[in-house]
């Protein structure tokens, strides 16, 4: 009896770091969202860097566990794998290219049902635009969000289920983190549908889980392919606003299209096997 008590103890220990990396992401973000939601008076900038540091709670939270479960070495050697750019150049331009693919599509489909042409970027905004790639990736989520994301939960679960599973959980947790943001004024979220943007989320959350599980343990590539999908998606129309949600819709569906043939299709190869920070 007590052997078996034991024995389920060690199969069960590796989740007590995954649900440690939830909480504490979850309370770092969340909190710092009840304090942006307490505050009065024009204080736009201590607003705004509530919001960003907010954003800050999965990659923060995934530094610490990594950091508390390995020790200071083991956690240099895993932030070096996660960092570590030395991925097959085709994988930095498929990440990069696939989401304004799927967004000029759907900008497409969306002129075909009779909705209006975008607006063109000007020639002279293009240099600020390739600026605005810089700050996606520092402060627009990317890098507030991989190194739990990715860094962190997505080997910790492979280690235990396949990627698919995996990818599935992250999605599910990775919308309901989310949830704070929709109802903070100025935040992206604040403008979207959140039924449709849970879903768009668990969507790409199987791109990021495929895309990992061939090129991880670094999670280079998934810096791109979320700076990629953040940035392409306002410079091409595709967030909703008040008269304009269909390129929106549209993307989702592709991108449920596409991940539907990852999740169904058997895997050729895995290029890697992710390793898990604390395991």
Sequence with gaps: MHLAIRLEGARLRWIRPIIGFLVLASAWTWGLLFVD?????????FRGALKVLAGFGPSLAGLVTAFLTLGPVGCRSWLAKCFNYRVSWHWYVLTFLTPPALMVVAVGLNIAFGGAQPSFLPVDKIPTAILNFGLVLLVGGPFGE???WRGYLTPA???????RGASLFVGVVWGLWHLPFFYSAGTLQAGLAIPTFL????????LFGWLYQRTGPSMVPCLVLHTSLNAWAGML???????????????????LIAVGGLLILPDSRVVTRPTHAGV
């Excluded at 679960?157 to 990627?163: D, E, G």
């Design 37 to 45: 939601g307490t505050v009065t008076g024009d204080l736009p900038f």
């Design 199 to 206: 879903v768009n989320i668990l969507a790409g959350s199987v």
């Design 157 to 163: 679960l492979t280690s235990r289920i396949n990627w």
């Design 237 to 255: 129309a595709i967030l909703p606003t008040e008269t304009s949600w269909r390129p929106y819709v549209l993307v989702t569906g592709l991108l």
């Design 146 to 148: 991989e190194l739990g």
